[in-house]
């Protein structure tokens, strides 16, 4: 719990709903954070951050198989997260169910992406945490009851990699706190700054156009990088991390939203953009093909995105007039309400507890 990411969000939609459960988590951001546990459940930190990536992942990796509380007090357990479904071999009891937003990534098709960022020196190091990863999580998968995934785009993976099959349950987007506010000039990308959310390309694509606006709205590793990228570029400004309200009222007087990473698994942002009357430029890969309806919520651009491609779309946009989208982009965003979420995973643990 250290960035309010989508899988952290729906954590919080979990305990806000189901009042009394318990939450054990590799590490808490308190600041990011303050207000778990609120709803009457205990949270058990197991204190596993650390600012080394690879060391991180050792940490949260040894701390879930060997630092849990005891599982078996509890009539069901649910996993969320790639390193969490490895404290299920602590658990000797029933029902034990897998909220899946991803598998490892950096295992499978994200792999080669992972290995070109080391110096060769560090490469054996990453290909052995590779192994181990891989084996450990097909080893918890094996060992769950059910299986949910978060889009159809996750199914075929889990289907592809593990030949595990699973059932869909769309994330909780709290489409009513997102809301028209105005028709603004600012086009906002809202995805994290890492380098497979391809931010750069985007922020490429507006020095192209300095008669366009670009808020960038986010934080992450690449923020310094893309800063000296657009350097002297008076279009493109960046917020950092917002606090929710900021980034609901930015969104709400935005044109519309740009989101192009690699192979999302879901995507939560373009669906929150959607439920502000805002449409949304995307990609054609992953979870965006199951969210935009190009031409009346959006437009997705051939992958991989390029900035002319970017320029294009804009344009098109600025011609299609993003208000008159306002009413599509609404109704397809009601779809993914957080109440149809908490609603089907509440019949699913009581399905699940009755068996």
């Not at 192979?263 to 935009?292: C, N, Q, R």
Request: net charge positive; with cysteine; charged share 25%.
């Amino acid at each position: 719990m250290a960035v309010k990411g989508g899988a952290e969000r729906l954590t919080c939609t979990l305990l806000d709903h189901l009042p009394g459960t318990d939450l054990c988590t590799g590490f808490v951001d308190p600041e990011r954070f303050p207000s778990l546990g609120r709803a009457g459940g205990r949270v058990f930190d197991l204190h596993a951050a650390s600012r080394l990536p690879l060391w991180r992942i050792l940490r949260v990796i040894r701390a879930f198989e060997h630092g849990v509380p005891d599982l078996d007090r509890y009539d069901w357990a649910l996993f969320s997260g790639i390193y969490a479904p490895l404290a299920v071999a602590r658990r000797s009891r029933h029902p034990n169910l897998l909220y899946c937003h991803t598998i490892p990534r950096f295992c499978f098709d994200l792999r080669e992406h992972y290995m070109r960022k080391l110096p060769w020196i560090a490469r054996p190091a990453l290909a052995l945490l590779i192994a181990v990863v891989a084996r450990k999580y097909a080893r918890a998968l094996a060992r769950m009851d059910l299986v949910v995934a978060n889009s159809e785009n996750v199914r075929k993976r889990l289907l592809r990699h593990f030949g595990r099959t699973s059932i869909l349950i769309h994330p909780p987007v709290d489409t009513q706190q997102f809301r028209w506010i105005a028709d603004g000039q600012d086009y906002v990308s809202l995805a994290r700054l890492e380098d497979f959310k391809r931010v750069d390309v985007i922020v490429r694509a507006f020095l192209r156009m300095p008669q366009h606006r670009l808020v960038v709205a986010s934080g992450g590793h690449e923020l310094e990088r893309l800063r000296r990228l657009a350097a002297g570029a008076r279009n493109i400004q960046f917020t950092g991390w917002l606090s929710e309200a900021a980034l609901r009222d930015l969104v709400g007087r935005a044109r519309a939203a740009i989101y192009v990473p690699i192979d999302e698994d879901f995507g939560m942002s373009p669906v929150e953009a959607m439920a502000a009357g805002k449409p949304v430029i995307g990609v054609a890969e992953g979870g965006l093909l199951e969210t935009i309806i190009p031409g009346r919520t959006g437009i997705l651009i051939d992958s991989p995105p390029t900035p002319e491609a970017i320029c294009e779309a804009v344009e098109r946009l600025e011609r299609d007039h993003p208000p008159s989208l306002r009413a599509a982009c609404e109704e397809r965003a009601a779809l993914f309400d957080e109440r149809i979420f908490v609603t089907a995973m509440r019949d699913l643990l009581e399905r699940s507890t009755r068996v």
